[in-house]
């Protein structure tokens, strides 16, 4: 019999169960669900990648063979992980290249040799930016664009505007929707160099009727989204069915503002609405249309008689498609049969506002959890699936009237955990009723604990995140007097910290660990951080977050051993010449650049970024953690982080080409590592890059894992501050932004 790698076998049988979930859709394992209720007619179809603010904060290391597990005594746990749709999701991104559509990993490292040698520095490329509408208009310094990727295709079959299925990125405005205001915009044609004509193109543009400051959630299928309704007066819940909406019509084009000969006016009287063509140029729009005669805000590049034209009868973020009127709006009842275009509203029913918990669905149970301002955690059920009504289940008071920030789950959702603002972290089940909180960390004011932990589920590890002044922090997580490793953890009287906890949690818990950082601050929250590849692969390796909020931001490293939280925090180098805050940290690993694999790390700086063309401003930033690896071949021009925080860089090999098999002993000059010379770059600093943006960024997003040569692997954010933005045709306000992935 021939023999199978056991890892092979497991991620095999991922694919294979993912493939069968494209085919039949998540909830294909039974026509009915828990309820008897019949949802085999309407199950989402799974044919591409969702990506959402939830897919950073509940994260999956590798869980290993199920051989182990069963060795371990773990193996229920390690089903209940791998049977999870963001595992499979998570598991499939980190090992696209296995999967027949996708480029081949680097598992043996040999084939780096002809990825160029000595290549020049990478650096960031600028694809698009585009209007989203007022100054104001921005995603939000703790939230994520949505992305959804209809297939893991290779880069050669890109999902473009024309397609029947194009590919999409999302951005909440947090601002007022109104006829010259959208809510929410999506965009398509999203790849430079891979898609023709305008890239990108307004894909839908809505005025919802309210403000959607908190990050939007994506159907498992991408057909549907949800996100909340923000209002002093209490906030609702929106479920919203999509529709594309480029239309086609022909027209004469000539170098001036006039297309004359126009099929139709219909759809193109609006002003501000996209208008696209090969001579039409990026960003331009109808300033109106009569009698034939179209007039656009930039004058055509050429003369062309008959050309096809199209636009967005959406209109763009100045110039929105009215949700609240004509029928779209719908009562929750005849949501499931409204033809898109088309949303319903369910109210919280609380009196409160939300404006941090963005709300998150549970694929598995077509569930959604969120919280609000008044310290009340909701479930909403039968929210995209089935014929059966969208509800509100249940409300789950707690203790004080603070905020509830973002809650997330475990594997499948066997609890829902959330912090209440600055006093403790919490679960419940889906039953609700009552809930457990760990020990009361007493910070009485400010902005200590404001974020969303982030969730292991394969460890089962809960990570807290404080920003406050350790003068007014107590309890569990106080840094003060701390200085010996314990269940207190190590510190150094100092104001930010990261707490560990165990799932499942008796009540009034403390942490496991606790490891303090820099100085606090009264007003700053601290961003969650992320976790380096090795770690997602092993569950062995390294935490980075950007800390420090009390003054010019610091990249802390926190070594993970085996999942647990180490009593070491290695301190790396100043962002900023000037005090300010960073967005939370994103990390992404990329094994088919040129002089690869690198593993990235992206953030935003707020204002005076050091790293290379931040230019003293706010900007977004790179920073290579991409760590040695023992007896592997290594080429020229490739580099790692090594232990004391500097970038080596390979300048010479020789023989084998190969590292040694145990860490050398780095050096700031030259390391000598068996068949491989290593030359000190400097700090961090000297592999980082940076490009300015107006305030800095939102929670960046990631899609593909792809050669980073064509715009095929790319970042999504919105800038926190207004400007010019390139591709809208030099119109200004908060910008959506798309990056590449840094590029020889």
Known sequence: MQNVNPSTSRFATTLFTLAMLAAFGLHARAQQDAKGQDRSATTQQPIGLPDDWSHHRVIFPDAGTEEDAIRNGTHEHWL????????????????????????????????????????????????????????????????????????????????????????????????????????????????????????????????????????????????????????????????????????????????????????????????????????IPAGDVSEGCTGGTLTLSIAATSNATGETLTYSSSGGPNAPFNLTTGGHTVTPANYRNCTAPCMTTISFGTGSDDTISSPYYDYANDVIYVGDAGGNLLKFSNVFLGNTTPILSWTLANAGNQNITSPVCDANCAHIYWTNYNTYLAYTTPAGGTFVQTANTNYTSGNDIAETPVLDGTNGKIYLFAGGDYINRRGPLSCVGMGTVGTGGVGNTSGNAVGQYATGFAANASPLMVDCFGTGSGTNPLYEGDFDNNFFTTGTGNLYECGNTGGRPILYQIPITAGQMGAVVNTGPTLTSGTTLCSPVTEVYNSAVTNGPYDWLYLGLRANGSPSGCGDAACVVSLIVTQWQPSTVYAVGQEILDTNLNIQKVTAVTGADKSGATHPTWTVTTTADNNVTWTSQGTMLAGSIGLPYSGGTSGISIDNITSTTNGASNLYFSTLGSETCVTSGGAAGGCAVQLTQQVP
């Open 80 to 279: 209940q992980v791998t049977n999870d749709s963001r595992y499979m999701i998570q598991q499939l991104k980190r090992n696209k290249a296995r999967h027949p559509e996708w480029r081949a990993p680097i598992h043996d490292p040999s084939e780096w040799r002809d990825r160029g040698k000595d290549a020049a520095k990478p650096a960031l490329q600028a694809d698009w930016s585009m209007s989203m509408g007022a100054t104001s208009a921005v995603v939000g310094g703790d939230n994520f664009p949505a992305k959804y990727s209809f297939s893991v295709a290779a880069p050669t079959s890109a999902n473009c505007a024309g397609g029947s299925a194009p590919d999409f990125v999302v951005y909440n405005t947090s601002t007022g929707g109104s006829t010259t205001q959208a809510s929410i915009v999506a965009y398509d044609n999203l790849y430079p160099g891979l898609c023709t004509g305008d890239v990108p193109q307004v894909y839908w543009s809505y005025d919802t009727g309210g403000t959607i400051e908190t990050s939007p959630v994506l159907s498992l299928d991408g057909k549907q989204l949800a996100f909340v309704h923000s209002s002093f007066f209490g906030a609702s819940l929106v479920l919203l069915k999509w529709a594309a909406t480029t239309v086609p019509f022909t027209g004469t084009t000539h170098s001036t503002t006039s297309v004359t000969a126009v099929s139709s006016c219909t759809g193109l009287t609006t002003v501000g609405t996209p208008v696209y063509g090969p001579n």
